[in-house]
């Protein structure tokens, strides 16, 4: 029947990125609605709180021995998710990211075909597994042996199934799933954002936000420039959601610039969606971006983007509607659209719903995880 409960195992990175976000909301969505969700990953992924009902979480322990300098995650990655699929009865693997998952589902596969049971996977690509790390010549050949082998593929963006399709010379149909986020829980409450707003920015400054992992290719030096001119020209203040390799990059340009004191490093935090809401524009001047959960998340908030013309990002936003593209790099046309935007309070209110109104209509938990749902019999189906 095809509301049959389903068993289904998830690996992810669970540990900071959007692939990991994606993968660990959408283990949620589906157990909420039934599903038995075994999480088979390196550690619990951060946003599970252990609670949740239908959900297992199965450790991958690597064994470390000092011959091998090494140690083999990709093999007991492989091993344990035979294991699981065995014990559990899984009808299916639902791996995040093509390296070196697909590679160690297809191996799980294959231990358990040669004992007569059978498990389909499934593949997600979400963008730099594809863009960069695919492209290193010497992961090429294998990270596309894991997508052709790979008994269903999906991309969270219609441009990141063109680039695999290009770079990658991948026969095998890809779906395209977008990413989404929980509208009820990326949502503006007025009554949180009277209380917290204040701890940020009084009355008459305005608010920024970025979130990312502050690695080079978010560009949070950018952040940082557009957030000084915007400073220079009207009362403001910056709130930067995140930790990772360019944060110190980001606080001595903030020093220099000398509106260090005006910007709130928040470090990792886990509930955004309480801190989102509480800021008039998002930044994301990213260089590369499959698809931009971060701005998703904030649109979700009332909060609109503005962000680069690249990758995926104009599938979500359209420019002048629900948010605002440049090109990468462009700090100062940026800062005066910003100024402009930020200065305009009527302007900005419509931008505020139009985004609200996109996550609304095209990118709910809602709408996605039923197409993830029909993806999933379809591909039992056919196997
Ligand atoms: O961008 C990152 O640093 C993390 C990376 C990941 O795999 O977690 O993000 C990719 O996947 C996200 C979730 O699908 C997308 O929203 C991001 O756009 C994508 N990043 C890039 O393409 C650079």
């Not at 992961?139 to 963006?157: A, C, H, K, M, N």
Request: net charge negative; proline share 6%; with cysteine.
């Amino acid at each position: 029947p095809t509301d049959r409960r389903l068993k289904i195992g998830i690996t992810c990175y669970p540990t900071y990125g959007g692939s990991g976000v994606v993968a660990t909301e959408l283990g949620i969505e589906l157990a909420a609605r039934g599903h038995d969700i075994h999480f088979i990953t390196s550690s619990p992924p951060f946003r599970l709180t252990g609670r949740e009902s239908n959900i297992h979480f199965h450790q991958v322990e690597v064994f470390h021995y000092p011959l091998f300098e090494h140690p083999p995650y990709d093999l007991a990655l492989a091993t344990r998710m035979a294991e699981v699929a065995e014990f559990y009865e899984l009808d299916l693997l639902h791996v995040h990211y093509a390296i070196p998952h697909s590679v160690s589902a297809y191996l799980a596969k294959q231990m358990l075909a040669a004992r007569g049971l059978h498990l389909p996977f499934i593949t997600t690509l979400h963008g730099t597994d594809i863009t960069l790390v695919g492209l290193d010549r010497s992961y090429l050949p294998i990270t596309r042996f894991g997508i052709e082998q790979s008994d269903g593929v999906t991309s969270i963006s219609s441009y990141l199934r063109e680039q695999t399709e290009k770079l990658f010379h991948v026969k095998k149909p890809i779906e395209v799933i977008r990413n989404f986020v929980n509208c009820d829980v990326y949502i503006a409450k007025p009554d949180l954002i009277a209380e917290m707003r204040p701890r940020f920015a009084r009355p008459e400054e305005k608010l920024l936000v970025h979130l990312s992992n502050f690695r080079p290719v978010k560009r949070v030096a950018d952040v940082i420039q557009v957030f000084a001119r915007v400073a220079n020209a009207m009362p403001a203040r910056l709130m930067l959601i995140g930790d990772g390799p360019d944060r110190s990059t980001a606080e001595y340009l903030a020093r220099k610039l000398k509106v260090a004191d005006r910007i709130h490093f928040l470090g990792k935090q886990d509930n955004v969606n309480e801190l989102l809401p509480v800021a008039d524009l998002m930044v994301m001047p990213s260089e590369m971006e499959s698809f931009g959960l971060a701005a998703l998340e904030s649109m979700a908030c009332r909060v609109p983007a503005i962000a680069t013309r690249v990758g995926g990002v104009p599938e979500l936003i359209e420019d002048g509607v629900n948010g605002l593209l440049f090109e990468t790099g462009d700090v100062d046309s940026m800062a005066h659209s910003a100024i402009a935007l930020l200065a305009d309070p009527g302007r900005l209110e419509a931008m505020s719903a139009a985004a609200r109104k996109t996550a609304q209509d095209h990118f709910c938990a809602y709408t996605i995880i039923g197409n993830y749902e029909s993806y999933y019999r379809r591909i039992l189906a056919s196997g």
